[in-house]
């Protein structure tokens, strides 16, 4: 790829960052509008990113893996204090601090979050999936793969229809998705409810 290619293709980048960060969905931003404000010919958006969908995915990534470097500093330090501690928290409780901190994320940048989950939904929540499983691995020891992946489908997609439409929500399940106190008592509850049946099952 040639220097007028690169420039070309990081000026889409961050043009369509740029329409993120201003608060526009996924519906509200068009290639052609990419391509205004990149200053580039619209065919090139398709060509160097195949798709929007593909190139919001990127985006959002990126826009989400600098938002958790910057506003999870909390928990790098509770990396390095359990490691030097000879009680690590148990999975329940490590899956709690996960679905936790991930939904903290996710009202605090809520339009960034919407588009990420969005997309992964449109994929079946693999991704999220399979952050819970290794943790639903260790709560349920006697479950099969197809088990675990039911269960962590169970937890998560509900979670992330709640942050696409909170307002709904809220109604539904007499809470405020908004307020931190009230997600995390719902969040318990999610959880609590989700497990607590297959853990009698195991004992």
């Known amino acids: ?14 043009a369509a960052m740029e329409l993120v960060a201003e608060g526009k969905n996924e519906q509200q931003i068009t290639t052609r509008e990419i391509a205004s404000k ?17 190139l919001l995915n ?26 030097n ?4 928290p148990d999975a329940r409780e490590r899956l709690r601090n996960m679905l936790i901190t ?17 997309i992964e939904l449109k994929s079946g929540c693999r991704n999220s999936c399979k952050m ?6 260790e709560i349920f020891t006697v479950c099969d793969e197809t088990e675990l992946n039911i269960i962590a489908m169970q937890l998560m997609i509900p979670f992330h229809h709640i942050v696409m439409n909170p307002e709904f929500y809220n109604t539904y399940l007499d809470t405020d998705f908004f307020d931190e106190e009230k997600r995390t008592q719902t969040i318990d509850r999610m959880i609590d409810h989700a497990l607590t049946e297959r853990v009698g099952e195991e004992q």
């Open 1 to 14: 790829m040639s220097k007028e290619e690169a420039n070309a293709k990081e000026k889409i980048f961050q």
């Open 38 to 54: 990149a200053g580039v010919n619209l065919a090139l958006v398709n060509y160097y990113y195949r798709s929007k969908e593909n």
């Open 58 to 83: 990127r985006v959002v990534a990126t826009m989400m893996s600098q938002i958790i470097e910057k506003s999870d500093p909390e928990s790098r330090e509770n990396e390095k204090s359990d490691a």
């Open 85 to 88: 501690s000879q009680v690590k």
């Open 102 to 118: 991930t939904a903290n994320t996710a009202f605090k940048y809520h339009n960034i979050c919407k588009i990420a989950i969005s």
């Open 132 to 137: 819970a499983t290794p943790l639903l691995r």
